[in-house]
């Protein structure tokens, strides 16, 4: 049962009367990017914020200084979290647009708090650090925050509107290369080239992209290229990133890389190691929500009209993967550019997110998340078809 228009009124009054606050919120964060971890002052203008709106906050979490939560309601009856990131990348700052997910995601909690008591059930505010790489979702579901949740959800700003985009499982692997050193020159034949192992494995992988299923991706860089010129290289190292649209493929590519790597090694007569550090899984957008999502944007003051997919986009990896393993959760993006004018992790991006459009895009994306948020602790049923949906993916 949808939300009262009264309802519905009530939480975009709060948004509203908060454009201020989550203006200046947004713009601190993107002026002082701060890295993975290491949201020092994003957190605590998230907190200072939330405390000064009466909210108990607390800092540090799954033994992360910069993680935050924030309550209010029945934690006895249905719970629905909304999660805000605020990290942001190396030399590029905020081109990502986080600064914008944080803004949304305290605008939500506040409109969706102010009616919890209403409703019935609680709302959760989760300050969730080091999206880009460290993942700081994946702590936080180890140390259970996550459990006994409804629904999670958050939005991602793009350049187009998508209530539900793939994100894809990834796995980090480093590969390191030994052989035997040797004058380059005067007895090149004494040798084992790492870097010729090293080069190979690239070709090889190369070689075997007409395998892979749609959605697959496979890039590395060198990371050790040798010791001099006039020394057969006796250390060469890589690291690949793989990624899939579903744990299973990813499995099975990994296993094909890794299988280049040891044929490469083996021609060259070297020894070749790898270091795997587990990437994020695969998004399973939870459509139930993600329609609710679409038709509060809808039929709120901005009157958006996200489409459902796109795949004329392509996708990256996001640890609310992980999340919607184990909650039904939803992801959507809305647009602070306009179609192909730019994308994440671009210097226009980065400007975008600093933007008047961008802050008005959050404010949407606040308004959505917190109506979904209320309808979501209000509608048994809907929570039980979302349930159904999320058990049938797993
Ligand atoms: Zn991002």
Not at 248 to 265: K, T
Not at 297 to 321: C, F, I, N, P, Q
Request: aromatic share 6%; charged share 25%.
């Amino acid at each position: 049962m949808p939300i009262s228009n009264e309802l519905g009124n009530a939480i975009d009054a709060v948004v509203d009367g908060e454009r201020e606050a989550l203006a200046k919120l947004s713009g601190d964060i993107h002026s002082n990017p701060e890295l993975r971890f290491e949201e020092h002052k994003a957190a605590t203008w998230i907190a200072e914020l939330l405390r000064a709106r009466g909210f108990e906050v607390e800092h540090g979490l799954a033994g992360m200084g910069t993680a935050l939560r924030a309550r209010r309601g029945n934690p006895k009856g249905p719970r629905v979290a909304i999660l805000g990131e605020y990290d942001a990348l190396p030399d590029i700052g905020h081109a990502c647009g986080h600064n914008l997910i944080a803004a949304s995601a305290v605008g939500a909690f506040l409109a969706a708090a102010s009616v919890a008591d209403q409703v019935g059930g609680e709302v959760v505010f989760l300050g969730t650090p080091a999206e880009e790489g460290g993942g700081g979702k994946i702590r936080m579901i180890d140390a259970g925050l996550f459990e006994g949740l409804a629904a999670a959800m958050m939005f991602h700003p793009f350049d187009r509107d998508i209530l539900a985009h793939p994100a894809l499982a990834s796995v980090w692997l480093a590969m390191t290369f030994r052989g035997a050193p040797a004058h380059a020159a005067a007895a090149p034949h004494d040798g084992a080239s790492a870097l010729t192992a090293c080069m190979d494995a690239f070709r090889l992988i190369d070689g075997q992209r007409v395998h892979f299923r749609d959605g697959v991706r496979v890039h590395g860089y060198v990371t050790n290229g040798g010791q001099a010129v006039n020394i057969i290289p006796e250390l060469a190292a890589c690291e690949f990133s793989v990624r899939a649209r579903t744990v299973e493929e990813l499995a099975r590519v990994r296993a094909i890389v890794e299988r280049c790597a040891s044929g490469a090694a083996m021609a060259s007569g070297v020894k070749v190691e790898f270091v795997a550090r587990e990437g994020y899984r695969d998004m399973r957008n939870n459509m139930t929500m993600a329609r609710r999502f679409g038709a509060h944007l809808e039929s709120g003051s901005s009157g958006r009209k996200a489409r459902e997919t796109d795949d004329r986009v392509g996708a990256g990896s996001t640890d609310m993967g992980d999340v919607s393993h184990v909650v039904p959760s939803i992801h959507p993006y809305l647009a602070i550019v306009d179609e192909n004018e730019a994308l994440c992790h671009q210097h226009r991006f980065a400007a975008a997110s600093a933007s008047d459009r961008g802050l008005a895009t959050a404010c949407d994306a606040a308004k959505a998340l917190a109506r979904t948020a209320v309808e979501v602790l209000s509608d048994e049923p809907l929570r039980r078809a979302m349930h159904e949906e999320w058990r049938a993916g797993r």
